[in-house]
């Protein structure tokens, strides 16, 4: 079992940044995906960013430019950090942790970008 334990989200106005972090704990594969999603009401939950093992990133086009997925292997965190946020950026942000043996999700953090 995995466990994903988010921090970061919050309100912000326009044009300001945040920095969400999840922490991976319990059985770790050292070879893994973890990345963020979000998810409005009545939408389904769509890729933001994530990240491999090895360091290759994949980002949503409407984050490219603004937001950065970086991670700490020895500490098993991933970090999104989001910069000249909008509006639209308003979701509850989920970690997610793929590997081999699991997929596992966060419980979900609350982003809200105010205009």
């Known amino acids: 079992q995995v466990q994903l334990v988010e921090s970061g989200g919050g309100l912000v106005q326009a044009g300001g940044s945040l920095r969400l972090s999840c922490a991976a704990s319990g059985s770790i594969f050292s070879i893994n995906t973890m990345g963020w999603y979000r998810q409005t009401p009545g939408k389904q939950r769509d890729l933001v960013a994530h990240?491999?093992?090895?360091?290759?990133?994949n980002y949503a086009d409407s984050v490219k430019g603004r937001f950065s997925i970086s991670r700490d292997n020895p500490k098993n965190t991933v970090y999104l950090q989001m910069n000249s946020l909008k509006p639209e950026d308003t979701a509850v942000y989920y970690c997610r942790y793929i590997e081999r043996y699991g997929d596992y999700w966060g419980q979900g953090t609350q982003v809200t970008v105010s205009s």
């Open positions: 990240i491999t093992s090895g360091g290759s990133t």
